[in-house]
């Protein structure tokens, strides 16, 4: 453990995002440009500093309407960037930063611009509502082959069974979960940039209607238009960096089945992930000021709560009831701009890294977390997993 | 029964007879040749032993619902809701989980650990899918 970690040798310099909302009239490559132009800015660089690009999906990945946009090619070539490293990854991410922060570390760029740009909340309105799987290929294949065809048509439909293990083996409830939701509702209120701002009780979430049960609409996260970019620089960049932020430690463990139906402890989700990034660092659970933890849906923000150690496996439930130890100034201020369930579908830790490091900056607004020091992230869960700490510059 | 509508399979080499086997009514899974572990989905590999022959082994007793969710969302048009979706596996057969529809009892009676009975339903494409039965 130390200094030699490979992660230690590289910062995140840069976060930008584009307008975010339900309906962005503006193309994905648009879109994606003012994320890129908007981080590359903020880390203080200029575009000629550039040497790497990655983006998340790369090819024609994932059969979701509005799910993959921001062409890797016709982003560089709109940019005219010369790459020394380059990645587009569909399986195997773990983090945004993640293989931008190993390119770095190793040499092969100096600064790597990495984006996600999702059109989800047009494709949404355009199919009448959240789209399924499968309206762009007339077959289902590979892993889909097993779930498409019985029904099994959305994200939502993947995940409810977890929700429903997790909640029979623990006795954890509905009315427990809800504040998961229902408080960073109150985050994304204070977030002009969120999606969903206005006031949602846990009435509002008992009374809404069900998705897939045991999930109702405010389980699910909230289909968007928007990019975010990340610029990921070497560490020794650092003195013509605008506002740098140490990535203390990450990990990307994959362990058990990689798959939605066949993963073997639906109760328990993450662990993996979660103990390899402690073992990199001397921090602890108790260190963290403020959570970025993935939640595609309420369930996954629990496995990441009870994985990464803030509370025992089974105990998210007690842990936030009521909202006081999860709110802007609770023990562990958890998505503090709404997460994807208010904020948007940013997907993939993108938006929640963007968040991670406005906070560790101060520059957060007025759902700014005092004297946040040190933020987790993390992404996912099964199939794909990856958990980090990042910490304060100086 | 009128066909589930949804989106079929792409059929494979590795999935071809579990397809056909339940348009027979029959479920099959692989079954290595060397140490007679059980895989599913099929891989043409064994998950146990790694071994490359595989043979198919046809599932016959009832089954335990692992996890369930009961969809109500109308994805596509036509498509009945709600419904059940389980996730079942069987006393036995280790290494083995089956997600499909369920039927037999109203959606809101499905249950972890209820029991069910191994069956198909005319589904997309003019497969059979997985069609599990409430048992009494
Ligand atoms: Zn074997």
Known sequence: ?394 | MDATPGIPPAVTEETGPFWAAAREGRLVVEQCASCGAESFPPRGICRSCRGRTMVHAEITGRGTVYSLTVNHQRWLPGLQVPYAIVLVEFPGHPGVRVAGRLRGCPPEEAAIGMTVDIGFEPGPGGFAIPSFVAAP
Request: hydrophobic share 45%.
């Open chain 1, 1 to 394: 453990m130390g200094t030699d970690l490979l992660e230690r040798r590289a910062v995140i310099s840069g976060v930008g995002q584009s307008a975010i909302g339900r309906r962005v009239e503006r193309s994905g490559l648009q879109l994606t440009l003012d994320a890129v132009l908007a981080a590359v800015e903020d880390a203080g660089l200029t575009l000629d500093d550039i040497d790497g690009l990655a983006m998340f999906p790369g090819g024609g990945a994932a059969n979701l309407p509005g799910y993959a946009n921001g062409n890797l090619y016709e982003v560089q070539d709109a940019l005219r960037i010369t790459t020394t490293w380059r990645q587009g990854i569909i399986e195997g991410m773990a983090l945004p930063f993640y293989g931008p922060a190993m390119a770095v570390a190793t040499g092969q760029a100096r600064h790597v611009v990495v984006w996600r740009t999702v059109k989800e909340g047009s494709a949404a309105r355009a199919a009448g509502g959240r789209p399924a799987y499968g309206a762009g290929k007339p077959v289902a294949e590979g892993p889909l082959a097993w779930l498409l065809p019985i029904g099994m048509l959305s994200p939502v439909c993947q995940v409810a069974p977890y929700a429903a293990r997790y909640m029979h083996e623990y006795g954890v409830t509905r009315e427990q979960l809800a504040w998961i939701p229902v408080t960073q509702r109150a985050h994304a209120a204070l977030n002009p940039d969120a999606v969903y701002r206005s006031a949602l009780t846990v009435d509002d979430y008992l009374a809404a209607r069900m998705i897939s049960t045991p999930m109702c609409l405010y389980d699910c996260d909230v289909p968007a238009d928007g990019a975010t970019a990340i610029v990921v620089s070497a560490a020794g960049t650092a003195p013509a960096l605008r506002a740098p932020v140490r990535i203390e430690a990450m990990a990307g463990v994959v362990e058990g089945r990689p798959s939605w139906e066949q993963w073997e402890d639906m109760g328990r989700v993450g662990h993996g992930a979660a103990r390899a990034m402690w073992a990199r660092t001397g921090l602890r659970p108790g260190d963290v000021d403020v959570a970025q933890l993935y939640d595609g849906f309420t369930i996954e923000a629990v496995w990441w709560l009870e994985a990464m150690g803030f509370c025992g496996t089974g105990e998210a439930g007690a842990f936030v009831e009521g909202g006081e130890r999860i709110a802007l100034d609770g023990e562990l201020p958890l998505n503090t701009w709404g997460g994807q369930l208010s904020g948007g579908r940013l997907h993939a830790a993108f938006g929640h890294t963007a968040e991670a490091v406005r906070q560790l900056r101060g520059e957060a607004g007025a759902r700014q977390v005092r004297g946040a020091e040190v933020a987790a992230v993390t992404n996912v869960g099964g199939l794909e997993a990856g958990a980090a700490l990042l910490t304060r510059w100086n």
